[in-house]
């Protein structure tokens, strides 16, 4: 089963060591995913045939997100008072703008509340002149992690969106498992790090997904690659 019309990004390589042995990635380009397709019809234009079921198949969860119809251009949201103030507690880091902006902040607050939000900025206000970052992120949670907002880097028209996390993740993921015959895992996996929002099995271990994407080979370019095949090498002899 050949895969290698599939080819990594500029600047990434195919193959990568884990503590799980040595895989080989092969990210998939798609047309851009728009609010509302579905989902299962979109990957079955172009998962390969050639995937097997000992393959992993993962997915950016931008993609999910952006058919489940939770993203929106910034021009749609009305950030509150408390939205425009929060955001001001949050590390903007160069890579993403994440919840340091009123749009994304807004998101948050619909998904997390209130309460928790002020609770993470007080212990980021805390530990900030230690020199300690990411401790917003890592009080206000999951949910608002995976909340996208508006960069230079993103392919338009989501250079001008933000957006939440995909609904139900898990959910997508067996489905597509059922589809396709192999693991799903929809991942967040960017210069910041590796969340997996989304598992088929909980067979599939979360540090392998981590590890297999800790260089980040499905980073934006000029062409969509939301999706990526992985599979074990095989040793010869």
């Given amino acids: 089963m050949d895969l290698s019309a599939y080819f990594p990004n500029e600047g990434k390589q195919r193959a990568i060591t884990t503590s799980f042995g040595v895989f080989d990635r092969y990210p998939v380009r798609?047309?851009?995913?728009?609010?509302?397709?579905?989902?299962?019809?979109?990957?079955?234009?172009y998962v390969p045939d050639e995937t097997a079921?000992?393959?992993?198949?993962?997915?950016?969860?931008?993609?999910?997100?952006?058919?489940?119809?939770?993203?929106?251009?910034?021009?749609?949201?009305?950030?509150?008072?408390?939205?425009?103030?929060?955001?001001?507690?949050?590390?903007?880091?160069?890579?993403?703008?994440?919840l340091g902006s009123p749009w994304t902040m807004q998101l948050a607050?619909?998904?997390?509340?209130?309460?928790?939000?002020?609770?993470?900025?007080?212990?980021?206000?805390?530990?900030?002149?230690?020199?300690?970052?990411?401790?917003?992120?890592?009080?206000?949670?999951t949910a608002a992690r995976a909340i996208d907002g508006p960069c230079d880097c993103t392919i338009p028209p989501y250079n001008h969106y933000a957006k939440k996390a995909p609904k139900d993740p898990d959910r997508v993921a067996r489905q597509l498992a059922l589809q396709f015959g192999c693991p799903v895992v929809i991942?967040?996996?960017?210069?910041?790090?590796?969340?997996?929002?989304?598992?088929?099995?909980?067979?599939?271990?979360t540090q392998f997904c981590k590890e297999v994407f800790r260089d980040n080979p499905l980073g934006q370019s000029s062409e969509s690659t939301p999706l990526c095949v992985v599979r074990k090498q095989v040793a010869s002899g």
Avoid: M
């Fill in 30 to 45: 798609t047309h851009v995913i728009r609010r509302g397709e579905d989902l299962s019809e979109v990957l079955r234009r």
């Fill in 53 to 98: 079921a000992e393959d992993y198949l993962f997915i950016s969860e931008k993609i999910v997100a952006i058919s489940q119809g939770r993203a929106w251009d910034i021009s749609e949201i009305r950030p509150s008072l408390p939205a425009k103030v929060l955001c001001r507690f949050v590390y903007r880091s160069p890579y993403g703008i994440g």
């Fill in 109 to 141: 607050l619909e998904e997390v509340r209130l309460p928790r939000l002020l609770l993470a900025a007080t212990c980021s206000a805390l530990t900030k002149p230690f020199g300690v970052r990411g401790v917003f992120y890592r009080v206000a949670g």
């Fill in 187 to 205: 991942i967040d996996a960017n210069d910041l790090g590796v969340e997996v929002l989304g598992k088929s099995s909980d067979k599939v271990s």
